[in-house]
């Protein structure tokens, strides 16, 4: 096996905190914006902050049910 055919380490993964803007490698979610156009955009919170948040609203939440 040579150097070039040997997987190297995933790529860090996490997002940002919406409180503190410090990036976590342990983001919770906390959070989903529905736009208008495009994809909705998901909140997270870094470990600390999450514990003080009121989770807001997930996918699907503000649906009209038929």
């Keep these: 096996m040579t150097h070039e055919s040997t997987p190297g380490a995933p790529a860090p993964s ?3 905190c919406c409180r503190c803007k410090q990036w ?6 906390v959070g989903y914006h529905e736009r208008p156009s495009g994809p909705g ?3 997270y ?3 600390s902050h999450a514990v003080a948040m009121t ?3 997930m996918p699907g ?4 049910h038929t």
Aim: aromatic share 4%; hydrophobic share 30%; net charge positive.
């Design 24 to 29: 976590t490698y342990a983001p919770v979610e």
């Design 55 to 57: 989770p807001g609203p």
């Design 41 to 43: 955009v998901t909140l």
């Design 61 to 64: 939440k503000h649906q009209r």
């Design 14 to 16: 996490g997002a940002m």
């Design 45 to 47: 919170a870094c470990p």
